[in-house]
């Protein structure tokens, strides 16, 4: 037999594998959120801290701007894959001759 063969099933269970790890990012983005939101205004009022704060939204932004983008990429990589399996067991199920 030539060319190659692709296991759907495979596909499919790596689909969920990085379904998963999008879930857990999002419950961690979730947490850091509410961390930030709950801390924000600990910073205290000395140089250290007033010059922290200034600089606390741009860092905060980048942070979840970069999780935004990674979640965005897990969701992208497990629909992709179960586009893929679906197209790799289409013609398996087909009766034989039509594939």
Same mark, same amino acid.
């Given at each position: 037999?030539?060319?190659?063969?692709?296991?759907? &099933?495979?596909?499919?269970?790596?689909?969920? +594998?990085?379904?998963?790890?999008?879930?857990?990012?999002? #419950?961690?983005? @979730? %947490? =850091?959120?509410?961390?930030?939101?709950?801390?924000?205004?600990?910073?205290?009022?000395?140089?250290?801290?007033? &010059?922290?704060?200034?600089?606390?939204?741009? +860092?905060?932004?980048?942070?979840?701007?970069?999780?935004? #983008?990674?979640? @965005? %990429? =897990?969701?992208?990589?497990?629909?992709?894959?179960?586009?893929?399996?679906?197209?790799?067991?289409?013609?398996?199920?087909?009766?034989?001759?039509?594939?």
């Amino acid at each position: 037999m030539s060319g190659y063969h692709v296991r759907w &099933e495979a596909l499919r269970r790596e689909a969920k +594998v990085y379904g998963e790890c999008r879930r857990n990012a999002q #419950e961690a983005r @979730d %947490e =850091l959120l509410a961390a930030f939101d709950r801390d924000r205004n600990t910073l205290g009022h000395d140089a250290y801290g007033a &010059e922290l704060a200034k600089h606390l939204p741009g +860092v905060e932004q980048k942070i979840f701007d970069s999780l935004k #983008e990674y979640i @965005d %990429e =897990l969701d992208g990589v497990a629909s992709g894959l179960h586009v893929n399996a679906r197209d790799y067991e289409r013609p398996e199920q087909l009766p034989a001759g039509r594939n």
